[in-house]
Protein backbone atom coordinates (compact mmCIF):
# COMPACT_ATOMS: atom_id res chain seq x y z
CA UNK A 1 0.00 0.00 0.00
CA UNK A 2 1.77 3.43 -1.05
CA UNK A 3 0.17 5.68 1.72
CA UNK A 4 1.31 6.44 5.02
CA UNK A 5 -0.27 4.77 8.02
CA UNK A 6 -1.21 8.26 9.22
CA UNK A 7 -3.61 8.20 6.39
CA UNK A 8 -5.33 5.84 3.73
CA UNK A 9 -7.73 8.17 2.89
CA UNK A 10 -8.13 9.75 -0.58
CA UNK A 11 -10.05 12.74 -0.84
CA UNK A 12 -11.89 13.33 -4.80
CA UNK A 13 -12.93 17.41 -4.45
CA UNK A 14 -16.29 16.05 -3.56
CA UNK A 15 -18.88 16.96 -0.53
CA UNK A 16 -22.10 17.20 -0.01
CA UNK A 17 -22.74 20.03 -2.26
CA UNK A 18 -22.07 17.55 -4.97
CA UNK A 19 -25.06 15.16 -3.99
CA UNK A 20 -28.15 14.62 -5.38
CA UNK A 21 -30.31 14.95 -2.06
CA UNK A 22 -29.50 17.26 1.25
CA UNK A 23 -26.61 16.12 3.74
CA UNK A 24 -28.31 16.42 6.90
CA UNK A 25 -29.22 19.70 6.10
CA UNK A 26 -32.32 20.15 7.62
CA UNK A 27 -32.04 17.49 10.67
CA UNK A 28 -32.02 18.59 13.98
CA UNK A 29 -28.60 20.73 15.03
CA UNK A 30 -27.32 18.55 17.73
CA UNK A 31 -27.74 15.44 15.00
CA UNK A 32 -26.30 17.16 12.15
CA UNK A 33 -22.04 16.71 13.54
CA UNK A 34 -23.52 12.67 14.00
CA UNK A 35 -24.76 12.85 9.97
CA UNK A 36 -22.00 14.89 8.67
CA UNK A 37 -19.45 12.08 10.37
CA UNK A 38 -20.87 9.33 8.49
CA UNK A 39 -20.95 10.77 5.27
CA UNK A 40 -16.96 11.85 5.71
CA UNK A 41 -16.65 8.49 6.03
CA UNK A 42 -18.30 7.27 3.53
CA UNK A 43 -17.30 10.06 1.13
CA UNK A 44 -13.91 8.91 1.83
CA UNK A 45 -14.14 5.04 1.79
CA UNK A 46 -16.17 5.93 -1.95
CA UNK A 47 -13.49 7.61 -3.05
CA UNK A 48 -10.85 5.14 -2.55
CA UNK A 49 -12.92 2.50 -4.12
CA UNK A 50 -13.65 5.12 -7.21
CA UNK A 51 -9.91 6.04 -7.65
CA UNK A 52 -8.29 6.02 -11.10
CA UNK A 53 -5.44 5.78 -10.31
CA UNK A 54 -5.09 3.17 -7.18
CA UNK A 55 -4.87 -0.61 -8.04
CA UNK A 56 -7.73 -3.34 -6.47
CA UNK A 57 -5.58 -4.64 -3.73
CA UNK A 58 -4.19 -1.43 -2.29
CA UNK A 59 -8.06 -0.22 -2.49
CA UNK A 60 -9.30 -3.13 -0.26
CA UNK A 61 -5.89 -3.04 1.99
CA UNK A 62 -7.32 0.99 2.46
CA UNK A 63 -10.45 -0.02 3.27
CA UNK A 64 -9.23 -2.73 5.80
CA UNK A 65 -7.61 0.04 7.30
CA UNK A 66 -10.55 2.59 7.62
CA UNK A 67 -12.54 -0.83 8.97
CA UNK A 68 -9.83 -1.51 11.81
CA UNK A 69 -10.18 1.96 12.96
CA UNK A 70 -13.57 2.05 12.96
CA UNK A 71 -13.84 -1.22 15.02
CA UNK A 72 -11.61 0.21 17.95
CA UNK A 73 -8.59 -1.62 16.39
CA UNK A 74 -6.43 0.99 15.26
CA UNK A 75 -5.89 4.50 15.87
CA UNK A 76 -3.78 5.35 13.03
CA UNK A 77 -4.98 5.51 9.04
CA UNK A 78 -8.35 6.92 8.61
CA UNK A 79 -9.12 9.95 10.44
CA UNK A 80 -12.64 9.90 9.11
CA UNK A 81 -12.97 6.73 10.79
CA UNK A 82 -12.06 7.49 13.70
CA UNK A 83 -14.48 10.95 13.77
CA UNK A 84 -16.93 8.56 13.19
CA UNK A 85 -16.12 5.57 15.33
CA UNK A 86 -16.39 8.91 18.21
CA UNK A 87 -19.55 9.82 17.03
CA UNK A 88 -20.75 6.06 17.14
CA UNK A 89 -19.78 6.23 20.80
CA UNK A 90 -21.54 9.03 21.94
CA UNK A 91 -25.18 8.03 19.71
CA UNK A 92 -24.86 4.59 20.85
CA UNK A 93 -25.52 3.81 16.90
CA UNK A 94 -23.99 0.76 15.45
CA UNK A 95 -21.04 0.38 13.33
CA UNK A 96 -23.03 -2.37 11.33
CA UNK A 97 -24.28 -0.18 8.89
CA UNK A 98 -20.57 2.02 8.19
CA UNK A 99 -19.41 -1.71 7.84
CA UNK A 100 -21.74 -2.69 5.47
CA UNK A 101 -20.99 0.25 3.44
CA UNK A 102 -17.54 -0.95 3.10
CA UNK A 103 -18.66 -4.59 1.81
CA UNK A 104 -19.96 -2.75 -1.34
CA UNK A 105 -16.89 -0.61 -1.38
CA UNK A 106 -14.78 -3.79 -1.60
CA UNK A 107 -16.88 -5.36 -4.07
CA UNK A 108 -16.34 -2.25 -6.24
CA UNK A 109 -12.67 -2.23 -6.13
CA UNK A 110 -12.61 -5.87 -7.96
CA UNK A 111 -16.11 -5.76 -9.63
CA UNK A 112 -16.72 -3.62 -13.03
CA UNK A 113 -19.68 -5.69 -14.42
CA UNK A 114 -23.27 -6.49 -13.44
CA UNK A 115 -24.92 -9.59 -14.91
CA UNK A 116 -28.60 -8.51 -13.86
CA UNK A 117 -30.86 -6.38 -12.19
CA UNK A 118 -30.93 -8.67 -9.07
CA UNK A 119 -27.50 -8.04 -9.17
CA UNK A 120 -27.10 -4.30 -8.84
CA UNK A 121 -29.60 -4.68 -6.56
CA UNK A 122 -28.30 -6.39 -4.15
CA UNK A 123 -25.39 -4.40 -4.49
CA UNK A 124 -27.69 -1.33 -3.32
CA UNK A 125 -28.53 -3.09 -0.39
CA UNK A 126 -24.40 -2.39 1.00
CA UNK A 127 -23.95 0.52 -1.00
CA UNK A 128 -26.90 2.74 -0.56
CA UNK A 129 -29.56 1.08 2.19
CA UNK A 130 -27.02 1.12 4.95
CA UNK A 131 -27.06 5.38 5.01
CA UNK A 132 -30.77 5.29 5.56
CA UNK A 133 -30.66 3.30 7.89
CA UNK A 134 -28.02 4.89 10.02
CA UNK A 135 -29.82 7.79 9.82
CA UNK A 136 -32.87 6.78 11.31
CA UNK A 137 -31.57 4.54 13.98
CA UNK A 138 -29.26 8.13 14.70
CA UNK A 139 -32.85 10.00 15.62
CA UNK A 140 -34.35 6.61 17.68
CA UNK A 141 -36.97 5.74 14.22
CA UNK A 142 -38.31 2.57 14.42
CA UNK A 143 -37.38 -0.19 12.19
CA UNK A 144 -40.81 -0.01 10.52
CA UNK A 145 -38.98 2.68 8.53
CA UNK A 146 -36.10 0.78 7.34
CA UNK A 147 -38.16 -0.65 4.49
CA UNK A 148 -39.46 3.04 2.82
CA UNK A 149 -35.55 4.07 3.07
CA UNK A 150 -34.28 1.14 1.45
CA UNK A 151 -36.63 2.17 -1.42
CA UNK A 152 -35.67 5.54 -1.16
CA UNK A 153 -32.15 4.67 -0.72
CA UNK A 154 -31.79 2.07 -3.66
CA UNK A 155 -33.14 4.29 -6.17
CA UNK A 156 -31.26 7.17 -5.34
CA UNK A 157 -28.22 4.46 -6.06
CA UNK A 158 -29.81 3.47 -9.62
CA UNK A 159 -30.25 6.97 -10.48
CA UNK A 160 -26.75 8.22 -10.03
CA UNK A 161 -25.36 5.09 -12.01
CA UNK A 162 -27.66 6.28 -14.76
CA UNK A 163 -26.54 9.85 -14.54
CA UNK A 164 -22.73 8.69 -14.00
CA UNK A 165 -22.72 5.08 -16.86
CA UNK A 166 -20.07 7.07 -19.34
CA UNK A 167 -17.94 8.93 -16.55
CA UNK A 168 -17.68 5.84 -14.75
CA UNK A 169 -16.91 3.54 -17.61
CA UNK A 170 -14.41 6.32 -19.01
CA UNK A 171 -12.54 6.47 -15.81
CA UNK A 172 -13.04 3.09 -13.82
CA UNK A 173 -14.00 0.73 -16.70
CA UNK A 174 -16.84 -0.17 -14.08
CA UNK A 175 -20.49 -0.29 -15.70
CA UNK A 176 -23.50 -1.04 -13.57
CA UNK A 177 -26.00 -1.16 -16.53
CA UNK A 178 -27.41 -5.22 -16.35
CA UNK A 179 -25.81 -6.95 -18.62
CA UNK A 180 -28.48 -9.40 -19.87
CA UNK A 181 -30.68 -5.66 -20.61
CA UNK A 182 -28.00 -4.69 -22.27
CA UNK A 183 -27.54 -7.80 -24.92
CA UNK A 184 -31.87 -7.83 -24.80
CA UNK A 185 -31.52 -4.73 -25.94
CA UNK A 186 -28.90 -4.88 -28.68
CA UNK A 187 -26.79 -2.64 -27.09
CA UNK A 188 -22.99 -3.07 -24.97
CA UNK A 189 -20.69 -1.26 -23.48
CA UNK A 190 -19.29 0.54 -26.91
CA UNK A 191 -22.47 2.28 -27.08
CA UNK A 192 -21.72 3.52 -23.45
CA UNK A 193 -18.93 5.32 -24.79
CA UNK A 194 -20.58 7.09 -27.91
CA UNK A 195 -21.57 10.55 -28.14
CA UNK A 196 -24.74 9.80 -27.82
CA UNK A 197 -27.56 7.65 -26.51
CA UNK A 198 -28.36 4.78 -28.72
CA UNK A 199 -32.18 3.12 -29.26
CA UNK A 200 -30.99 0.16 -27.86
CA UNK A 201 -29.15 1.89 -24.38
CA UNK A 202 -32.31 4.04 -23.97
CA UNK A 203 -34.30 0.44 -23.30
CA UNK A 204 -31.94 0.17 -21.09
CA UNK A 205 -32.50 2.72 -19.33
CA UNK A 206 -36.18 3.13 -19.43
CA UNK A 207 -36.30 -0.37 -18.01
CA UNK A 208 -34.05 0.98 -15.19
CA UNK A 209 -36.19 3.98 -15.03
CA UNK A 210 -38.99 1.98 -14.72
CA UNK A 211 -38.05 -0.04 -11.73
CA UNK A 212 -36.82 3.27 -9.91
CA UNK A 213 -40.40 4.33 -10.52
CA UNK A 214 -41.20 1.37 -8.38
CA UNK A 215 -38.78 2.07 -5.73
CA UNK A 216 -39.95 5.47 -5.50
CA UNK A 217 -43.76 4.82 -5.06
CA UNK A 218 -42.26 2.28 -2.44
CA UNK A 219 -40.12 5.44 -0.99
CA UNK A 220 -42.89 7.73 -1.21
CA UNK A 221 -43.99 6.35 1.85
CA UNK A 222 -41.09 7.03 4.12
CA UNK A 223 -42.34 10.36 5.70
CA UNK A 224 -45.21 9.46 6.91
CA UNK A 225 -43.08 6.97 8.90
CA UNK A 226 -40.76 9.05 10.48
CA UNK A 227 -41.59 10.90 14.38
CA UNK A 228 -38.65 13.33 14.24
CA UNK A 229 -40.44 16.54 12.36
CA UNK A 230 -37.06 17.71 10.78
CA UNK A 231 -36.14 14.21 9.71
CA UNK A 232 -39.44 13.40 7.75
CA UNK A 233 -39.19 16.98 5.92
CA UNK A 234 -35.99 16.45 4.88
CA UNK A 235 -36.93 13.22 3.67
CA UNK A 236 -39.99 14.32 1.77
CA UNK A 237 -37.27 16.52 -0.21
CA UNK A 238 -35.28 13.49 -0.70
CA UNK A 239 -38.68 11.88 -1.80
CA UNK A 240 -39.49 14.97 -4.51
CA UNK A 241 -35.97 15.29 -5.85
CA UNK A 242 -36.03 11.27 -6.62
CA UNK A 243 -38.86 11.75 -8.11
CA UNK A 244 -37.79 14.67 -10.31
CA UNK A 245 -34.89 13.29 -10.88
CA UNK A 246 -35.98 9.87 -12.77
CA UNK A 247 -38.63 12.37 -14.47
CA UNK A 248 -35.19 14.52 -15.77
CA UNK A 249 -33.73 11.32 -17.08
CA UNK A 250 -36.75 9.70 -18.86
CA UNK A 251 -36.19 12.74 -21.17
CA UNK A 252 -32.19 13.39 -20.96
CA UNK A 253 -29.31 11.91 -22.67
CA UNK A 254 -27.13 10.67 -19.86
CA UNK A 255 -24.25 9.28 -22.54
CA UNK A 256 -24.53 13.35 -24.35
CA UNK A 257 -24.20 15.18 -21.03
CA UNK A 258 -24.76 14.40 -17.05
CA UNK A 259 -28.33 15.19 -16.51
CA UNK A 260 -28.61 16.41 -13.40
CA UNK A 261 -31.10 18.51 -11.12
CA UNK A 262 -32.15 22.27 -11.15
CA UNK A 263 -32.60 24.94 -8.87
CA UNK A 264 -36.03 24.72 -9.36
CA UNK A 265 -36.51 21.06 -8.64
CA UNK A 266 -34.83 21.41 -5.40
CA UNK A 267 -37.27 24.88 -4.99
CA UNK A 268 -40.19 22.83 -5.19
CA UNK A 269 -38.92 19.90 -3.76
CA UNK A 270 -38.74 22.09 -0.65
CA UNK A 271 -42.08 23.66 -1.05
CA UNK A 272 -43.89 20.41 -1.65
CA UNK A 273 -42.02 18.78 1.50
CA UNK A 274 -42.97 21.58 3.83
CA UNK A 275 -46.36 19.92 4.87
CA UNK A 276 -44.30 17.29 6.94
CA UNK A 277 -43.25 20.25 9.16
CA UNK A 278 -46.51 19.94 11.13
Known amino acids: MSATIENVELWSGKGSGDEN ?11 RPHVHAFYQFARNADDIADSETLGAQDKIDRLDVM ?20 SLAATGVTADHARELLIAFRQDAGKNRYASWPELYDYC ?3 AMPVGRHVLDLHGEDRASW ?3 DALCAVLQVLNHVQDCKKDLVGIDRCYLPDDWMREAGTGIDDVLGAAETPGLRRVFSRLLDECDVLNAAGAGLP ?22 TARLRRGDPVARRVKLSKIDAVFSVVRALRYAA
Open 224 to 245: RHVRDRRLRVETAVIVRLASRL
Open 67 to 86: EAVLMGHSELGSPSALGLRR
Open 21 to 31: FPVGAIVRPDL
Open 147 to 149: SPS
Open 125 to 127: RYS
